[in-house]
């Protein structure tokens, strides 16, 4: 759950460190977007290193993919420079480019910690490449929380490539919400597919409890339109962000989520990492040093077999 608190702390930890390295003119006013990118990018990738690291076993390939990897959150502070010319909304845009490499990076993780090497894990179960593996409901939490930040990016691109257009503002940032939503919908579903127990059956009602998601953003021109208050204003905007989460908790909360196959031997493991403990003299885990008690190894055994 670490994971999730990463999303508010970050940027809160983020504008706190800016607002100090501007107050003793250590962060110039021409560098200032590279400035707080590269503070987002930094607590970020920390933050995942420090909550996730006693969960991978750190092979030479998972060190090195890890270091490569952790240069995408970077890219926008590396790559200071908008997609195309948006004059004045070059800061916005490249705000949203940098949560989309924001968003992508848990993604990344995921494939690089615990399914990269997966048919080394495989070959013999027993090897600390067997403690690599990570539940298949825990990769999927990751991967969520790095949706979030790469939804917001995709609206702030798509709102800004149609801010040259011939439509209303209104219009540019329905189409944005749209847009966004639609991204949602398929990102989540691409997520939570291979962990839900009976997809085929629940396939229509997820597709179909989306349609107020997606008909919610094209009321907003409509409602507005008689309407000069700003207040109402953000609440119409802010309306169909709320329902991409609501649908997006909701889902899960009502899925049954399959049984994760590293789990379901009745051979003694870990509770921590799932290393296999069969044959030791002890209850010490050889590969993350925990030391569970018998009634803990008992009782995370007997979880297995329900």
Known sequence: M????????????????????NSVNWIGPQSSPRSI?????????LGFLLVWRSMIVWTIGRSALTCVISVV??????????LWNVGCESDTLQF???????????????????????????????????GARMPATAQCIVQSIGS???????WLIVGLALHKTMLSESWNITIALESAAIVDIVVWILIWRRVVQEWERVAFQVIFS??????LPSLGPALLLPSTNSVFEAIVYAAPVMLWGIWMGGTVAFWTLRADPVRTST??????CSYLLTGLRATRCPECGNEPTLDELWAATAGDCV
Request: a positive charge; proline letters at 11%.
């Open 267 to 272: 051979t003694p493991r870990c509770p921590q």
């Open 73 to 82: 959150p970077f890219i926008q502070v590396l790559w200071a420079q908008p």
């Open 37 to 45: 990118h590269g503070i987002l990018a930094a607590l970020w990738t």
């Open 210 to 215: 989306a349609l107020p998601m997606l008909l």
């Open 148 to 154: 979030i930040p790469f939804l917001f990016g995709v």
């Open 96 to 130: 949203g480019q940098h949560n989309v490499c924001m968003g992508i990076y848990p993604w990344l993780a995921v494939w690089a910690w615990w399914s990269w090497e997966r048919k080394a894990m495989k070959q013999d179960e027993n090897t600390p490449k067997a």
């Open 2 to 21: 670490w994971t999730i608190a990463l999303l508010p702390i970050v940027p809160a930890f983020a504008g706190i460190s800016y607002t100090l390295a």
